[in-house]
């Protein structure tokens, strides 16, 4: 076990090591372009201390001590994200993390204050790697496409939002955008050409990097007998995995990819908002970029991100520095609806199905049984579209006409239904909506 | 006394290939975009915003420049590569062991993942551009196929290796479809698809039977994946590519306020 530690320390501190001393550097290049490129001395002296004290955390590193998170506080992460509540407080916690982004993006969109909000997420990554939990799954081969992802979204969502916020602006004072003013034409020779040429080549660094540093993984041999615990899908569709928590196969494997995709594909034709065309704006927008960022960042990428990094053997929730143990044993007293109707109010028991019935009994059987969820669902898809047409949709639907709008609003409701069911599962496990497993229709 | 660099351009050979000379000047800088056939997909100008990086992201740029890569790659590792049961695993490992400049696979397989991650940044960047609205909203389905098909390129890919995590992976993704409603065996709807009290959709008829080729995840699958990984989808790819840049440019040029 000690042996295990020391190797693993040193493991960690060849990777810390470089880390930290790469974080002072990018930390001594923002000092000099916050200094004189965005004259911003204050800040300029604030990332020079951050490169230094980085630099100190190098030295600790190189020398087999590297810092990392008091043990109280990733065993608090620990018992705050494992479990049901685990799932809650990480969806409910990105969810408010995303809105308070959204209100706040004037503050964060000033490059100060977001680069140091990406020194802390950096550092406290650094941080965390001396818990071996944490540093087996981040640092294994096959998820470092999905940290890249994380830190990539997170800087074009910064600008992109940065340019949104300057748009939107510039449009309050009866200003075109940022995008108009250029509307000089240049030769694409060598503009444009040589654009792409300077990319290609920074791209074929990085991939020539990635590929010496880190060796593309080969478990042993294909073998049906031995089961991995847990069996992951491809890291781009594990949010498709975490959504058959919820859903049967048929939902979650068919009919809601294939609605994301029908989804994407109409967006172009149920968008009837003018504005916003070519340009990065929010407040032009508003509600198209929040549909779509709920869709993408929310519902994809950060079910990605749970089913990589939070979800370990029999697809149970561990905590981010939580060993995965495989005997680990979770109470799952999931209920159907029509359960707790039959059993828990009306006291009765749930009728069935039974083999000496003919088809015209069954299904009145199956009718009576799942009523009630039935009628929950056709109040959702149904009747929930006019009351929103009448209510606050009303202007979209004048403007939309009919065959827009259901389009629209019922991809919505799919898209809502999701994390209903996330938290329907959680508070009260709530297993199906409805239950009908003689034709394996279970929603 | 010319120099060898001027004798070489001034040859006939030279100037049967390159029809115009140096483009340093106006003149010569528009003629290159015009007789040069790699470069005739670009017009000839273009607005100074339409470049700018922390516009574009160049993200659609570089997810074409990873395609190419993938394919040369690709093709390079199929040299190497059977898809057998027998050969498959021992293939790959002699790959990452004997075959020299051994880092062939590790950039054909992070290159599929940076692409994966390339084209998602590329449609995120054209929806908050709005740059799908009229009149490009065709070409934004044809990028929605693009971006369905680079996952499936990845997903066919992934089994090739036939190692453990290759097998498991594509089991965990394809079980999904003997759940396809009618279609599937354990699908909602399935008993529908029956004549004379035979089901016609069975676990050998299903849709998951038809993307594996069999009830499981076996050899049939592997050489199904394998034409789908090297042969269909890069060839459907390359068409709808081909579709896709045409139309940036029918449809008002690279991306900006039109």
């Known amino acids: 076990m000690h042996v295990d530690h020391v190797l693993f320390m040193q493991q960690v501190s060849a990777f810390l090591g ?14 000099a372009v916050l200094t004189y490129q965005l004259k911003n001395a204050r800040a300029g002296l604030i990332s020079v201390g951050v490169s230094f004290f980085f630099v100190i955390l190098s030295a600790f590193a190189w020398n087999g001590l590297p810092p990392g998170l008091p043990q109280s506080v990733r065993d608090m992460a620990n018992v705050a994200l494992t479990g049901n509540r685990g799932a809650v407080i990480y969806t409910l916690g990105t969810t408010a993390l995303l809105i308070a982004l959204f209100f706040t993006r004037k503050y964060w969109v000033r490059p100060a204050v977001a680069w140091g909000a990406l020194n802390a997420a950096l550092l406290l990554m650094g941080l965390s790697m001396i818990s071996p939990a944490f540093f087996n799954i981040v640092s294994k081969a096959d998820n470092v496409p999905i940290v890249s992802l994380v830190f990539l979204l997170g800087f074009f969502t ?53 590929a010496i540093g880190l060796k593309a993984p080969l478990e042993f041999c294909a073998e049906r007998a031995k089961t991995p615990n847990p069996s992951k899908a491809p890291w781009y569709f594990l949010g498709l995995q975490e959504m058959l928590v919820y859903y049967d196969p048929w939902m979650a494997g068919v009919v809601l990819p294939s609605l994301v995709l029908f989804g994407l594909m109409a967006i172009p034709y149920i968008d009837f908002n003018k504005k916003g065309c070519g340009y990065y704006t929010i407040a032009q927008r508003k509600f198209a970029y929040c549909m779509f960022q709920i869709g993408f960042l929310e519902l994809w990428v950060t079910l990605i ?11 149970n929730f561990f905590g981010p520095f939580e060993d995965w143990d495989t005997h680990k044993v979770l ?71 009919f065959i827009r709008y259901m389009v629209m609003c019922n991809l919505l409701l799919f898209m809502t239904a999701l994390p209903l069911k996330m938290v329907l599962r959680w508070t009260v496990n709530l297993k199906y909506i409805i239950y009908i497993p003689e034709i394996f229709l279970n929603f | 006394m010319p120099s060898l660099g001027e004798t070489i351009r001034n040859s006939q050979v030279w100037k049967s290939i390159f029809r115009h000379p140096m483009p340093v000047d106006r003149r010569n800088r528009i003629v290159v975009m015009l007789t040069n056939f790699f470069l005739h997909l670009h017009p000839v100008s273009i607005k100074k915003q339409g470049i700018a990086l922390s516009y574009t992201w160049c993200m659609g740029g570089v997810t074409f ?125 399935q008993q529908i698809l029956n004549v004379g009290g035979i089901d016609m959709i069975t676990n050998a008829s299903d849709a998951r039977f038809g993307l594996l080729g069999a009830r499981i995840v076996g ?29 940036v440019r029918k449809d008002g040029g690279i991306s900006g306020p039109l």
């Open chain 1, 18 to 31: 470089p880390y930290y001393l790469t974080l002072a550097l990018l930390n001594a290049i923002a000092a």
């Open chain 1, 158 to 210: 910064w600008l992109a939002t940065s340019k949104a916020v300057a748009n939107d602006e510039r449009a309050k004072q009866g200003l075109p955008p940022l995008e108009k003013l250029d509307d000089e034409k240049i030769l694409v020779w060598p503009d444009l050409v040589y654009t792409e040429l300077i990319c290609m080549v920074v791209v074929t660094v990085v991939l020539l990097v990635w």
């Open chain 1, 305 to 315: 991100v749970l089913g990589t990094f939070l979800r370990g053997p029999n697809w």
């Open chain 1, 331 to 401: 109470a799952l007293n999931n209920v159907n609806l029509s359960d707790y109707f039959w059993i828990d109010v009306l006291g009765a028991s749930v009728p069935r199905v039974t083999s000496d019935m003919t088809g015209g009994d069954a299904v009145i059987t199956v009718l009576k049984r799942e009523g009630l969820g039935i009628v929950l669902l056709l109040i959702y898809f149904i009747g929930l579209p006019p009351v929103l047409a009448s209510t606050v949709f009303r202007k979209m639907f004048v403007r939309m006409g």
């Open chain 2, 65 to 189: 420049f990873l395609f190419l890569v993938e394919t040369i790659t690709g093709v390079l590792l199929m040299f190497y590569y059977r898809p057998t049961l027998q050969w498959a695993f021992h293939d790959i490992q002699e790959l990452r062991d004997t075959v020299s400049l051994g880092i062939l696979r590790e950039l054909h397989r992070w290159g599929g993942h940076a692409m994966v991650i390339t084209v998602w940044l590329h449609m995120y960047r054209v929806f908050l551009t709005g740059s799908y609205k009229p009149p490009r909203e065709f070409n934004w389905v044809v990028g929605v196929f693009l971006l369905l098909l680079t996952l499936l390129l990845s997903f066919t890919g992934y089994l090739l290796p036939w190692d453990q995590l290759a097998i498991w992976a594509i089991t965990v993704g394809s079980n999904m479809a003997r759940a396809t409603p009618v279609l599937g065996n354990e699908g909602p709807g």
């Open chain 2, 219 to 247: 050899e049939e699958t592997l050489n199904r994946f394998y034409v789908l990984h090297c042969v269909f989808i890069p060839l459907v790819v390359s068409l709808l590519l081909a579709i896709h840049f045409w139309r």
